[in-house]
C-alpha cells in the first residue's frame, strides 16, 4: 500500500533498489527528510536481517547433510560439523560476490533464491506429506483436516512456483 500510494504511476520510476530510493524520496518530501533516511535504514536493516538468514538456514542445512554423507563414507561418527558449516557459508558469500562481480542486481539474486527456496518448499512439503501417509504408523499420521490444510499449502506453492517459471521461461 505504501509503494502504491507514494510513487506508483509516476514518471521516472525505477526498478530494483531505485524504486526503495525513490520511494524514500517521495516520502521524505512529505513528512520530511528524517522519514526517508527512517525508511531506508528499516529496508536495510530487514533485508541484511533476511539475507544473514538465508544464509544462515542454508549452510546449516547443506553442512548436516555434507557431514553425514562424509559419515556414511568414512565409516565413523567424528565429523568436524562447525568446519563443513563455515566453508558452506562462506561459499555461498563467495557465490553472491562473483555473481555481483559479473554485473547481476541485486534483486535478480533475491528473486533467485526465493525461487529456490519455494521450490524447496514444495519438495519438503511433499515428502513430509509422503513420509508421514507410508512411514507412521496409522494412529500417529495427520488427521483429515491437517492433510487437507498440507493439500492446500502444497497447492499454494506450487501454483506459484510454476507461475514464477511460465513468467520467466515464457
Known amino acids: 500500500i505504501l509503494s502504491y500510494d507514494s510513487v506508483y504511476g509516476q514518471s521516472g520510476n525505477s526498478q530494483g533498489i531505485f524504486f526503495v530510493i525513490n520511494q ?7 513528512l520530511g527528510p528524517w522519514s526517508g533516511v527512517s525508511l531506508l535504514l528499516v529496508i536495510g536493516v530487514l533485508l541484511l536481517q533476511t539475507q544473514l538468514g538465508i544464509l544462515d538456514s ?3 542445512m547443506i553442512s548436516e547433510n555434507v ?6 563414507k568414512n565409516g565413523h561418527n567424528r565429523v568436524n560439523l562447525t568446519r563443513i558449516y ?7 558469500v563467495a557465490f553472491g560476490v562473483i555473481m555481483l562481480a559479473f554485473g547481476l542486481e541485486p534483486r ?26 507410508r512411514e507412521l504408523a496409522p494412529e500417529f499420521r495427520p488427521a483429515l483436516w491437517r492433510r487437507i490444510v498440507i493439500g492446500i499449502i502444497f497447492a499454494a506453492f506450487l501454483g506459484f512456483g510454476l507461475l514464477t517459471l511460465w513468467s520467466v521461461f515464457f
Do not use: P
Not at 67 to 72: D, I, N, T, W
Open 67 to 72: 557431514a553425514l554423507k562424509l559419515q556414511q
Open 58 to 60: 542454508t549452510s546449516r
Open 24 to 30: 524514500s524520496a517521495r516520502i521524505a518530501s512529505i
Open 86 to 92: 563455515y566453508i558452506c557459508i562462506w561459499a555461498e
Open 108 to 133: 535478480t539474486l533475491i528473486v533467485a533464491g526465493a525461487v529456490a527456496n519455494a521450490w524447496a518448499m514444495i519438495i519438503h512439503i511433499g515428502l513430509v506429506y509422503y513420509l508421514n501417509q
